[in-house]
């Protein structure tokens, strides 16, 4: 695997990785440094699956082939 790093930035600045890795699972910062993959957030490059609550703070419109649904303003 070849990574790319932008100028000035070195393999000790980017920190450690945290959890089981696994394919699909979206990555969250733990804290200023280190990232870990989410079980329960996961997307597949055409379905974004949240495991539990969700929480949307704006619009949501939901769409099919068929109908589209709107909540929000």
Known sequence: MVAYLPPGITTSDIGGVSGTGADNRIPTFTDATNIQGEANLTFDSSTLTVTGDAVVTDDLTLN???????MGA
Request: net charge negative; no cysteine.
């Open 64 to 70: 099919t082939d068929s109908a589209v649904f709107n």
